[in-house]
């Protein structure tokens, strides 16, 4: 596979193209009044769930780009608080800041002069091409994770 070949699969990896549901039709017409609730036997809301999606997508993205990179402590740094609620402001924002870092991702996955395969620094030889994988890999499972919450929830729109 050439590089050009190569990086295409990995923007449309980071886009959940294929063969599961995107990241945008999952969080589509997400109910305002549903954003907090928490599913029988789930021990996290709707928001919380998405905002570890974002907390973790932009800790990969921080640890590629940031030479000074510190690695946060968990779950504490990866997932907001128990008791924490967010306001439809707040949960648009979550959802913002996932497409803003995943853009950020796709524009060094994107950028020729950067080496997929160059081993990030202070690292125990990750390179983009792992952490890009990483980050895919991640959303997917909980982007179905959480269309499965919005199947039990009842959210989804009527016609859908």
Do not use: C
Request: hydrophobic fraction near 45%; charged fraction near 25%; proline fraction near 8%.
């Amino acid at each position: 596979m050439n590089d050009a070949a190569l990086r295409k699969q990995l923007l449309a990896l980071l886009a959940g193209e294929g063969a599961h549901m995107t990241f945008e039709e999952a969080v589509a017409d997400f109910p305002d009044g549903a954003i907090n609730r928490r599913p029988p036997n789930v021990p996290y809301s709707p928001w919380q769930l998405l905002e570890h999606i974002r907390l973790t997508q932009l800790d990969i993205l921080e640890y590629v780009v940031n030479p000074n990179y510190v690695e946060g402590s968990w779950p504490d740094d990866y997932w907001p608080a128990a008791d924490a609620t967010a306001t439809p402001k707040q949960f648009a924002e979550t959802i913002r800041g996932y497409l803003a870092d995943r853009q950020a991702l796709a524009d060094l996955v994107a950028d020729r002069t950067r080496d997929l395969f160059a081993v990030i620094p202070d690292s125990p030889g990750h390179t983009l091409l792992r952490e890009i994988r990483i980050v895919a890999d991640h959303t997917a499972y909980h982007v179905g994770e959480f269309a499965i919450l919005r199947q039990v929830m009842g959210t989804w729109p009527a016609d859908r």
